[in-house]
């Protein structure tokens, strides 16, 4: 979802940072494999996780989400040489290609896959994270921000995709609409939580920036 002008997008993606010809390789295999390839981080937003990884230049990374692992690569970027990032899906079926890619980044050895439920995975990872990545089914946003709190110190940031949904947010919600109505009790508890502070960013379909106090 863009909400700027095609042409205003255009000259916004051409004076950002290129992607990196690893990643556009992983992004034309997605488009040509992979069911939903608009899932994917993009160029844009890519090189947005990738600067705030570098910024940050965490220890330990979470990501909810791996889909065909673009997003990953582009938050391993900023980590410590001796850090991890470890990444959760449900698909095991994206297993095989996502590693693909993670061995030839270079990373490899820092990227850790975990296959299955996040809510149930994140508990037994004896980490603390500088930095979290929220992409996932949208309908437990809320429940992974209780879980991952308890992991995360002073100074952690958290990014979380898709909190526009497609301007859904700002609509009549719709009987049964399950995941606009998380969306919405999402973005109010991160906005209003005490040990919070949050900035949502309209990139794409809306990018959230949170620090821990």
Known sequence: MHFLPEKLDDYVVAHSQKEPKLLQQLSRETWQKVLAPRMLSGHFQGRVLSMVSKLINPKNVLEIGTYTGYSALCLVEGIQPKGQLHTIDTNEELYDLQRKYFDKSGFGNQIIQHTGNALNIIPTIDKTFNLVFID?????????????????????????????????????????DKDTEALLKYNKMINEHSQLETVLLPIRDGLTLTRVK
């Open 136 to 176: 996932a089914d949208k309908q437990n946003y809320p429940n992974y921000l209780e879980i991952i709190l308890p992991k995360l110190k002073s100074g952690s940031v958290i990014l979380s995709d898709n909190v526009l949904w497609t301007g859904k947010v700002i609509e009549k919600l719709q009987k049964g």
